[in-house]
């Protein structure tokens, strides 16, 4: 129901913005033949409302992947301006959310925007990302909040299968500390995995993994210099393998 209901309201902005762009096309052409046409039809004013309805179709869009335990909307004018007062209770993969907003349309121009942006998500997730998701409140940015939940999701399953993966297939040496930490143990050292995310941009989730090599407090001055690098060549091996082929690559250096 919910899949169908976001579909209908998707085609629905779709045929609106069809039918701008041909109202659109036939005033540019009564322009161009000199033929007579309503002077307050603006080419600008209806480019506006074209991205504005396209905007909306974008954030419908970013739903279209998530499922939902609720959406209700309340619906009031206030002159030229319709105020769609929504909420929506929803989950993408382990994450659990809730937004509340206001979406207000100009019924003159068409233009919309989102205010009073209320986020409340899974505490692991909130804790992770908390800055972002502020910023994203503040701003009344739904769909970068629907961007960090699916990039997150995607790099912390992504991070669990890799370290399952690892532990599973060299038991005697390679060890999960914890969520973020995977040590693989070696004759004379550990080498320690750490696995975090961090946001680039406006709102894409990456993983940050580096690599710490512990070693004997006795001989760690004698390894100054290769120590230092350990991380910076360990970057380089992540651009040209990957992440499972690197992980993969130290393994079979130390086993």
């Given at each position: 129901?919910?899949?169908?209901s976001?579909?209908?309201?998707v085609?629905s902005?779709?045929?609106?913005?069809?039918?701008?762009?041909?109202e659109?096309?036939?005033?540019?052409?009564?322009?161009?033949?000199?033929?007579?046409?309503?002077?307050?039809?603006?080419?600008?004013?209806?480019?506006?409302?074209?991205?504005?309805?396209?905007?909306?179709v974008?954030?419908?869009?970013?739903?279209?992947?998530f499922?939902?335990?609720?959406?209700s909307e309340?619906l009031?004018q206030?002159?030229?301006?319709?105020?769609i007062?929504?909420?929506?209770?929803?989950?993408y993969r382990?994450?659990?959310?809730q937004l509340?907003?206001?979406?207000?349309?100009?019924?003159?121009?068409?233009?919309?925007?989102?205010t009073?942006?209320?986020?409340?998500?899974?505490?692991?997730?909130?804790?992770?990302?908390?800055?972002?998701?502020?910023?994203?409140s503040?701003?009344g940015?739904?769909?970068?909040?629907?961007?960090l939940?699916?990039g997150?999701?995607?790099?912390?399953?992504?991070?669990t299968?890799?370290?399952?993966?690892?532990?599973?297939?060299?038991?005697?040496?390679?060890?999960q500390?914890?969520?973020?930490?995977?040590?693989i143990?070696?004759?004379?050292?550990t080498?320690?995995?750490?696995?975090?995310?961090?946001?680039?941009?406006?709102?894409?989730?990456?993983?940050?993994?580096?690599?710490?090599?512990?070693?004997?407090?006795?001989?760690?001055?004698k390894?100054?210099?290769?120590?230092?690098?350990?991380?910076?060549?360990?970057?380089?091996?992540?651009?040209?393998?990957?992440?499972?082929?690197?992980?993969?690559?130290l393994?079979?250096?130390?086993?």
């Amino acid at each position: 129901m919910m899949a169908a209901s976001l579909e209908e309201s998707v085609n629905s902005l779709q045929d609106r913005i069809a039918a701008l762009e041909e109202e659109n096309n036939l005033l540019k052409n009564a322009k161009q033949k000199h033929l007579p046409y309503h002077e307050d039809k603006e080419d600008s004013e209806t480019h506006k409302t074209i991205e504005s309805l396209q905007q909306q179709v974008a954030i419908l869009r970013d739903l279209s992947p998530f499922r939902f335990s609720g959406l209700s909307e309340v619906l009031s004018q206030d002159g030229l301006t319709v105020n769609i007062r929504k909420t929506i209770e929803g989950r993408y993969r382990d994450v659990q959310f809730q937004l509340k907003f206001l979406m207000q349309e100009s019924l003159n121009t068409g233009e919309s925007h989102v205010t009073d942006l209320s986020i409340a998500a899974s505490d692991v997730f909130t804790t992770d990302l908390m800055e972002h998701i502020e910023r994203m409140s503040a701003q009344g940015n739904v769909q970068g909040f629907l961007h960090l939940v699916k990039g997150y999701s995607r790099w912390t399953e992504a991070k669990t299968q890799t370290f399952k993966h690892f532990t599973a297939e060299y038991p005697n040496i390679v060890m999960q500390v914890d969520t973020n930490l995977l040590n693989i143990k070696a004759n004379n050292c550990t080498l320690v995995l750490t696995w975090n995310l961090e946001v680039e941009g406006e709102s894409s989730v990456v993983p940050d993994i580096r690599l710490e090599v512990v070693v004997p407090e006795s001989v760690q001055e004698k390894q100054k210099d290769f120590l230092e690098s350990v991380d910076e060549n360990f970057q380089l091996m992540l651009q040209r393998l990957g992440i499972e082929a690197s992980i993969n690559s130290l393994i079979e250096t130390v086993k």
